[in-house]
């Protein structure tokens, strides 16, 4: 193994001694070109440059590894390539989570439910597949993801509900406008079980209707153009639990779930594809700064089981718009378990 690794190090760098400039100036003018990037000033185009020049070579040097077995998933340049991790962090994976104020707020209870009577669960689960989930959104320099995941379940469980409706686009917009009240704090940041509540009080509107605007306004919900609404949340509660979250989202549908992307790991903002693994990333409620949206599971080619998650990031993150996330038998990877939930209607 030792010499496995040694040999691994040293091809990966001569590769990266290998790059040269003119083929970083080639990648950066592409990235320019399609994200339509410009600068206020040639010290920020400077600046800019050298982040991306960093984050390019973390690509490639990480995508070598991968092509040699090191990896199972790589990396690519998005729209994130000229950011460093903590202005990543600051604007797009930013939650912050507290589990007491479900029990300050609700009357939820603590209990795990179990689907005994259904085993056994299929192989692999695709809610797409029933044409039950909505397209991909873009939050963008708004720390809503929370808005994004609760509503993208909505969305689901509506459809699911109303099978002979096709899923209908529903707004974030009305969450960022109108959920303060019960903590949530716009694109500062909020709770997704708050945004799920408040769509239990309230009702949500239609996205066409309520179109997202990437900021914070007054709220201007109408009960006559609403699209759906919640009778109930439940909550896998078993911390943790990671064939609860698996049954859940086989049998129920697709689960709000939160995880945390690492603050010092470039990987989830340059993920790709392939089936993403940080070993870095930890699991307490503390740590979880995104919400996502489980839609399913499976296992690749390969035998490598995973997750399959709707983000929030537009289609040009990741396998448009999602990620695969290794999916390990008894372990709570990422903390995709400790806070997971769904709406019932």
Same mark, same amino acid.
Not at 239 to 258: F, R, T, W
């Given at each position: ?253 697709? %689960?709000?779930?939160? =995880?945390?992307?690492? *603050? ?7 993920? $790709?594809? &392939? #089936? ?18 489980? %839609?399913?599971?499976? =296992?690749?080619?390969? *035998? ?7 983000? $929030?990031? &537009? #289609? ?30």
């Amino acid at each position: 193994m030792l010499m496995k690794c040694t040999f691994l190090l040293l091809v990966l760098t001569s590769v990266v001694m290998s790059l040269d400039l003119q083929e970083i100036d080639k990648e950066w003018n592409t990235f320019k070109a399609k994200y339509n990037r410009s600068y206020n000033t040639r010290g920020e185009e400077h600046y800019r440059y050298s982040v991306f020049t960093q984050n390019f070579k973390t690509i490639y040097f990480h995508n070598k590894a991968a092509d040699l077995g090191g990896y199972t998933y790589w990396l690519g340049v998005n729209q994130f390539a000229d950011m460093t991790s903590k202005e990543f962090k600051g604007s797009y994976a930013n939650l912050k989570l507290d589990s007491s104020h479900i029990q300050t707020n609700t009357s939820h209870k603590r209990r795990a439910k179990r689907w005994d009577n259904v085993y056994p669960l299929p192989e692999e689960v695709d809610w797409r597949d029933q044409d039950c989930v909505t397209e991909v959104k873009d939050q963008g320099q708004c720390c809503s993801c929370y808005a994004f995941a609760a509503v993208g379940a909505l969305e689901s469980h509506t459809c699911l509900k109303f099978p002979n409706k096709a899923a209908e686009p529903l707004s974030e917009q009305n969450i960022l406008d109108c959920s303060k009240p019960l903590g949530n704090h716009g694109c500062d940041n909020g709770n997704p079980f708050m945004a799920l509540k408040y769509a239990m009080e309230k009702g949500l509107d239609t996205e066409a209707s309520y179109p997202y605007r990437g900021k914070v306004g007054e709220c201007n919900q109408s009960q006559g153009r609403l699209g759906s609404w919640v009778e109930d949340i439940e909550m896998i509660w078993t911390h943790g639990d990671i064939e609860s979250l698996k049954e859940a989202v086989a049998i129920e549908g697709p %689960v709000v779930v939160s =995880i945390d992307t690492d *603050d010092d790991a470039d990987t989830f903002r340059l993920y $790709s594809n &392939g #089936v993403y693994n940080n070993p870095k990333c930890k699991n307490e409620i503390i740590d979880l700064d995104h919400a996502l949206l489980l %839609v399913g599971y499976g =296992i690749t080619d390969e *035998d490598q089981p995973y997750w399959l998650l709707k983000n $929030s990031y &537009g #289609v040009d993150w990741g396998e448009e718009g999602y990620l695969r996330m290794i999916r390990k038998e008894d372990e709570n990877t990422c903390g995709i378990a400790t806070f997971a939930m769904y709406p019932t209607l």
